[in-house]
Structure formats: C-alpha cells, structure tokens
C-alpha cells in the first residue's frame, strides 16, 4: 500500500513540477529574449518535460516508500541521475516529440530524409551535449526538489 501510495503521488508531484520548471523556464527565456510576450509561452515545451518528470518521481516514490532512511549520499546519486534523465529526454527526445505533437504530427510528416522541418540530428547532438554541461546546474536543483519530495512523503507517512 505504501508503495502504491509513494508512486501515485510521485506522479501527481511530478506533474505539477514539470508544470512548473517548464512556466518558470519560459518566463527567464523571454525576459532574457526582451520580453514577455505570451503567457504560457510555447507549449511544446510543456510536452518535452511531462513524461520525464512524472516517470523520475513515480519511480522515487516507489524507492523511498521502500526505504526507512536515504543517507546524503544516495541523495546525491539519486539527483544526478534524475538531473542528467530529465535534461537529457527534455532536451533531445522530449523535444522532438513536443515539435511533433505542435505541429500536428502524422505519418505524412515523416518521410524517407527523416522528421521533415526539424534538425533531428542537431536537437539529439546537442541536446545531449547540454544535459552534460548543465549537470553542475541541474543536480543541486534536482536534490532540492527531491529532498522536499522526500519530505512531502514523510509528511503523508509513505517514508519513514
């Protein structure tokens, strides 16, 4: 029961963080870019993050509801692996797959040269190269955020 309780509100936190991460990334990308000029900003982009963070937290949920204590070093290892997850899939499939899905996505989209309109290979080549420079950033966020997850969890009695 403890599990399944740790994996469904794993799911629900990372929905809203993802929800969050993804609002807050636009407003310091269009403040930097000159200007607010919409809202919710682009959407696919809301799309790119969703499936990663909802599966790294249901998956935590999962692991801490087994656990009794996680000593500072797991957290560690725990939010570098999550980090580097998160901005790897967001930044090269998470990506691609939010393209995709804005630009109403169908099989006439792809043809035998690939994914029409978008530069797959650079999207794979660099988003990858970013989620390894950005690991020095992305950790220390991730073990903030899943440190409160942990918390969050204790305070519902899923982790002792």
């Known amino acids: 029961m403890k599990m399944t309780k740790g994996i469904m509100i794993g799911i629900i936190f990372g929905f809203g963080l993802s929800f969050c991460?993804?609002?807050?990334?636009?407003l310091i990308a269009q403040g930097l870019a000159g200007g607010i000029t919409s809202?919710?900003?682009?959407?696919?982009?809301?799309y790119a993050t969703i499936f990663p963070f909802i599966l790294t937290f249901a998956i935590l949920g999962y692991y801490f509801a087994k656990?009794?204590?996680?000593?500072?070093?797991?957290?560690?290892l725990l939010s570098l692996t999550s980090?580097?997850?998160?901005t790897l899939y967001t930044g090269t499939i998470g990506a691609l797959f939010g393209e995709y899905v804005i630009r109403g996505g169908s099989l006439r989209t792809f043809t035998a040269g690939?994914?029409?309109?978008?530069?797959?290979?650079?999207?794979?080549?660099?988003?990858?190269?970013?989620?390894?420079?950005?690991?020095p950033l992305t950790t220390p966020l991730a073990r903030l955020l899943i440190q409160a997850f942990f918390e969050l969890l204790k305070k519902y009695n899923v982790s002792d």
């Open 21 to 26: 991460i993804s609002f807050i990334y636009m």
């Open 39 to 46: 809202l919710f900003g682009e959407s696919w982009l809301y």
């Open 67 to 76: 656990r009794e204590n996680v000593s500072n070093k797991m957290f560690w």
């Open 83 to 86: 980090a580097l997850f998160i």
């Open 114 to 135: 690939g994914y029409t309109g978008v530069n797959v290979e650079g999207v794979l080549v660099w988003g990858t190269i970013y989620a390894f420079i950005l690991i």
